[in-house]
């Protein structure tokens, strides 16, 4: 097992730097429409040679993510709906044509 502070050293010797980031809440949005969200994760930055990597590391809940705010704000203006009803309106249909025009009736 390493002791923290060799550990640091051979890190410093490699030209690695690394930093703790005070996150208190972190939302990874996965390609599937999908949201990984870490509460009170560990969070680090570590630098080598020019290049920044991200070591994410906590419990995390998967949610939906739920239709994109552009396209939310999109349905509002042209129907004058409110948020909730335009987010309603873009779960229910696949296209932002459909919610719009579901709105729009």
């Not at 042209?78 to 009736?105: R, Y």
């Amino acid at each position: 097992m390493f002791n923290p502070n060799n550990m640091e050293k051979m890190m410093k010797q490699m030209g690695m730097d690394m930093d703790e980031v005070p996150a208190t809440r972190v939302v990874v949005e996965t390609a599937d429409g999908k949201e990984l969200v870490f509460e009170s994760p560990e969070l680090n930055k570590i630098s080598v040679q020019g290049q920044e990597m991200f070591q994410l590391q906590g419990d995390y809940t998967e949610q939906d993510a739920g239709p994109d705010q552009e396209d939310v704000e999109l349905v509002m203006e042209k129907t004058g709906a409110s948020e909730d009803a335009a987010v309603q309106a873009l779960e229910e249909h696949d296209d932002l044509t459909d919610a719009i025009m579901s709105l729009s009736e």
